[in-house]
């Protein structure tokens, strides 16, 4: 057991992939020679060489379009988009084509295959480099959109991706990346998709996130305990579809009351979702609003005012204390 | 440098009044004979189907005729483990891999089992939208390459599919990883009522291949023998790693674009039938007779064939109707997740109140 | 004063902007001498010749990527995309593109176009062409999602969208193109964006949906007034983005429910965010969950199923008496 | 057919010694003397924000080092009506159209500034999605063609950007409709870590135009009396109708890919140092001294003007920095809905809790 970074453990998850199966192959835009430009892929073309780890030319709509093919005919790929923000390009290969082979062909032919991509703020990226778009993916039937907040989490749920029969777009919070350490297992393992992750129990208030929002979770709720004697309960969504509205909804149903964080524009994220789900669900038990946390309807701002456009500790703690006292 | 085109000379073997102006190649005679049995049957087909359409009976229904000897020029040559990537109009190029032809009506009818092509066959199941297969195209022919399984891809799609982004990134893919594919393009003429000249200002679809260091053929796509020739020497090479190529079939969309659609707002008479006397059909038939191949009586005989085969085909169709909506909720993913099991009650609810 | 179908209107309002204003342009795939697929261009190649009324090569990309260059050097283009489901190859050139030119340029440069396209299903067409994908957009900043479902409307909107200095996603229901027909004025009139519709008004309950939904909610009001002695007050939002949010939490703080209907697949429909404000707005009026009434999370279904996969009158119906009873 | 690229021989007029192997054409030796000390005070700027970046002034940096000849070469040619639409390397290329060179400090500081171009310019603010912005520069080119303003449009982008499927689509739209455009490839061999030749198959990017019947050129890109004049050239024929046009400026990113990138991981220093040989500005320089249009006191005294220049752009930056986050709000709609008021609010008193 070694203490790894999410980049670390993201990459001995690839390299144990690429490992056990030879079918797993790593494509994307400098993901051979450079081993991507946030190093996620370091090491793997010297170990595993260009058959299997491969420099594609800079088209994302061609890794993803290929990959398709690829999965279809029994290989296992493991495209890079090298920012979210890129993943426009991908669209109709993702939603009209990766997500219905199975649909189309009457479960004659799949496309298991995983779009890793980097996404979110704070880290002083260019435009398009820090949007949050997984509202996009949970609207498209057909693909599995997850998303780690640690090192464990991060390596667990990437191996478990890449067994997965069908598409998963794996979600990585690139300001995490090189954040903070843990202690992940050498060995392979697996995190089941599907299953949020309640990360701390609490009595009086859901707060619901995934990726980078999970630490400003965390830090809300050690500070609504600290300071206002508030027990948060944290939830690590961890993989939005399929969603896990079982234990969502179990939560808010003893604490009566959330708040739902994320990066992205407010309106139409998954957030909105996630709050109509809860109040369809357990609507006799709130005491109070689902808030939402969010960016605002901007697009993401240059990095000169991205830290007040993003959500922070502070406003979460103030939004639940509304709650709380609403 | 407006002369790229001239690179690119039309291939021909059998010209428009049936006579050969190269050799048979790799064909008898007798494939010929054969062969247009095959065009023929599938001829009827097509026009059953458009019939079929009028009366209501399916839906709207894209016909393929004119482009029988591209379709099946391109998929003949193919050997088992190769693998073919079809575009939404070829229902006679997928009937030659094994896929019931039946799958042109589940398509128009709205019926699911249009994309249940048997594995064996090696036949994506047709998607609509332009261009997007031939990147997939790439991925299967560039998986068999990985996995050392000496098979050719062959992708189809239209000439107005050139024009996007796809394919241009395909054929970049295609070319950069040596991919054993045929980009196979039935170029005929129209892409629904655009022609060929407002879809693009080069002269031939052929010269593109330039533009990747591809090599590119421009081939009569209405040539049974010139298509069939040059496919199965690409496949061969496609399968000793020398592809990917370029295959532009020149070739004419005889009918409207789908059963919806009406060729007399943007197109000429005069040009219909221009095409109409390249048929690859009656040219194939001119020469057969020629070389008494073929008689009258033979051909009344395939004329009775064609429709009991049709009418079989028909039979079969009906027969396989009947489908239940769960493939709808059990295809979105391998195992159903718990919420959309749910959503699955509520709509086998709503489907048994309707039909009380 | 005519009587005119959807189709026809906006075929009126296409010509009145095209006569108006010389900057005005109509492209898109088969909009010239075919008329459009849906003929809704039909007669403007005649009368406003080719520079005016373009057949463009078959890419989407191309269509609204040149669209943002001809707006922003002054142009005033209205393209049309053939089906909404092939706005996925367009996705980056209205999100990360056209709706961010003025925000990248600081205001100097916009992109005002409007990208015409018809949505929705019920017409029996092939895969990919009957899938509602309004949510993608309303989660984009910089763009306007306007839908009209009656001719008056269509008309009025699409004048006022040519007129925007924004750009607008005009999406037009392709079920009630000649379902039936209006009086609409013949000279140019504006219907103005940003605005929603009480189109009846009622008290006891809120139905709310856009564009193909309309009618649904319109049959299911008189429905519910004639069989089970409900007053249901029904809103066309016919502009997505902006939301009229003004309009939809008085009405629900009014009728204390609301049922949302669309046909898009459920998870992060724009169902999903008209619950989560609603609640977060008029919590304490609510006497029942905002419930939803919307396509099933699957892709859209070959066409042999989609009168069942629909929403249909029954289950509004039903739904708004599951609230009243709740 | 393999040699395609045999048809664009490598256009110079300069070589690398600084010899005339053409003539200078339409430009004046005073004028190579003007365009070395722009090129120098250009190259001092870019040095200069690459320090400011290590010493964390700024943030990320990408750097146009080695490209300054056919940025400039692009870009004197154009009329007051012309239009530029850049990739997002194109600081130089931008200062030449009137658009401050600070916008490349803006544009690393993530500062909203940096799309603040002045009108006057008919410059586009750069923008990050690779390839998208050939779209718009046909867009603009079309528009100013439908309103027969004579003008001229160049867009500008980088060697891996043609793999992008934007690229094509804009190459056939802009021959389709014949615009009046000059695609304008600065082919610096790389696109962050991938070389060019994995990039794509074919040799040179020059015949990619072989594809669309455009005329395609192939000109040495640290050349600037060829690129000069070539530019000139087309710039003139577009106006006159006769475009689009593509040109690959053959040229090298003498820095990393921006201040955030190593390439000693992907990239062998004999390589830089043959195209540090092959550097624009001493090529020129070599060519001043020789003709004695030059002296090393000459050269020192710009030495001392870049350096002073390169102050006063920094002062003028600086200056520049104080902004009201109102234009994150206020630049979204025309108008801003009340719904975003609303998030201004909120924004605004966060901020002030924030500065309390
Ligand atoms: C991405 C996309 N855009 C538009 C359409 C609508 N459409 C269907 S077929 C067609 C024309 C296709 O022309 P071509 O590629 O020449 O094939 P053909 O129909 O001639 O076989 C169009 C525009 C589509 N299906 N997909
Ligand atoms: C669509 C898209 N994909 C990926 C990136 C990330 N990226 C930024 S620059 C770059 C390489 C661009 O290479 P090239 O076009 O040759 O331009 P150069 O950097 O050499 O000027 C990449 C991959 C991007 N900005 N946009
Ligand atoms: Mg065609
Ligand atoms: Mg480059």
Request: with cysteine.
């Amino acid at each position: 057991m070694a203490k790894l970074t999410i980049a670390q453990a993201l990459n001995a998850a690839l390299a144990q992939a690429l490992e056990a199966d030879d079918s797993v192959i790593v494509l994307g835009e400098d993901v051979g020679k450079d081993g991507g430009v946030f190093r996620i892929t370091d090491g793997l073309l010297d170990r595993f060489g260009k058959d299997r780890v491969i420099d594609t030319p800079l088209a994302e709509s061609g890794i993803v379009g290929t990959s398709v093919g690829l999965a279809i005919a029994g290989m296992k790929p493991v495209a890079e988009i090298q920012f979210l923000g890129f993943i426009y390009e991908t669209m109709d290969q993702i939603a009209s084509q990766a997500s219905r082979v199975r649909f189309r062909s009457l479960g004659r032919y799949s496309a298991p295959m995983v779009i890793r991509t980097p996404y979110g703020g704070g880290v002083k990226a260019p435009e398009i480099h820090s949007d949050s778009l997984e509202a996009l993916f949970t609207h498209t039937p057909g693909i599995k959109v997850v998303t780690p907040s640690n090192p464990y989490d991060a390596k667990g749920l990437l191996l478990a991706a890449i067994d997965d029969p069908d598409p998963v777009l794996f979600l990585e919070p690139m300001r995490l990346y090189r954040a903070f350490r843990d202690e992940v297992p050498d060995e392979p393992y697996r995190v089941q998709l599907g299953r949020a992750n309640v990360v701390r129990e609490g009595a009086d208030i859901t707060l619901i996130g995934w990726g980078p929002s999970v630490p400003l979770l965390k830090a809300a709720a050690d500070d609504l305990a600290a300071r206002y004697d508030v027990s948060a309960e944290v939830i690590d969504l961890m993989t939005l579809t399929p969603l896990d509205e079982e234990t969502i909804v179990e939560s808010v149903k003893r604490t009566q009351r959330a708040v739902v964080v994320h990066e992205a524009v407010r309106t139409s994220g998954f957030g909105g979702e996630i709050a109509a789900v809860i109040q369809e669900k357990a609507f006799l038990y709130l005491e109070a609003p689902i808030f939402r946390v969010t960016g605002y309807d901007t697009p993401y701002p240059t990095t000169m005012f991205e830290d007040l456009w993003l959500p922070d500790t502070t406003q979460v703690v103030a939004t639940a204390l509304d709650a709380i006292r609403y | 440098m407006g002369e790229a085109s001239e690179l690119f000379p039309l291939i021909v073997r059998m010209d428009e009044e049936g006579e050969l102006v190269g050799d048979l190649g790799l064909l008898s005679k007798q494939d010929l004979v054969d062969i247009y049995r095959e065009m023929r049957l599938l001829r009827a087909f097509d026009e059953r189907a458009w019939n079929l359409q009028r009366q209501g009976v399916i839906g709207t229904y894209a016909p393929y005729k004119g482009q029988e000897a591209a379709q099946l020029g391109a998929t003949k040559p193919l050997h088992e483990s190769d693998w073919l990537v079809p575009t939404y109009r070829d229902w006679a190029a997928g009937y030659v891999r094994g896929v019931p032809v039946t799958h042109g009506l589940f398509f128009s009818k709205g019926h699911p089992r249009v994309g249940d092509v048997p594995k064996s066959a090696k036949v994506l199941p047709a998607q609509v939208v332009i261009g997007a297969q031939t990147l997939h195209g790439v991925g299967v022919a560039w998986a068999t390459k990985l996995r050392n399984e000496n098979a050719a891809t062959i992708v189809t799609f239209g000439d107005g599919s050139t024009s996007e982004g796809d394919v241009h990134e395909a054929m970049n893919f295609a070319s950069v990883f040596s991919v054993p594919l045929i980009f196979f393009c039935e170029n005929n003429q129209w892409a629904i009522s655009v022609p060929i000249e407002r879809q693009m200002r080069a002269k031939t679809i052929a010269q593109r291949a330039l533009a990747y260091d591809m090599e590119g053929f421009r081939v009569d796509g209405n040539d049974y023998v010139a298509v069939y020739n040059l496919v199965s020497e690409l496949a061969d090479r496609a399968r000793r790693g020398e592809g990917p190529f370029l295959v532009e079939a020149v070739t004419y969309r005889l009918g409207a674009h789908t059963t919806a659609d009406d060729p007399s707002k943007y197109r000429v008479v005069a040009d219909e039938e221009r095409w109409a006397k390249r048929d690859p059909i009656a040219r194939l038939e001119k020469f057969l007779l020629r070389e008494s191949l073929i008689d009258e009586e033979r051909i009344l005989a395939v004329d009775a064939a064609a429709k009991e085969w049709v009418d079989e085909v028909l039979a079969d169709f009906k027969a396989e109707l009947s489908i239940s909506s769960s493939v709808l909720f059990q295809n979105v993913y391998a195992e159903m997740p718990q919420s959309l099991a749910n959503q699955f009650d509520h709509y086998q609810k709503r489907a048994k109140e309707v039909r009380a």
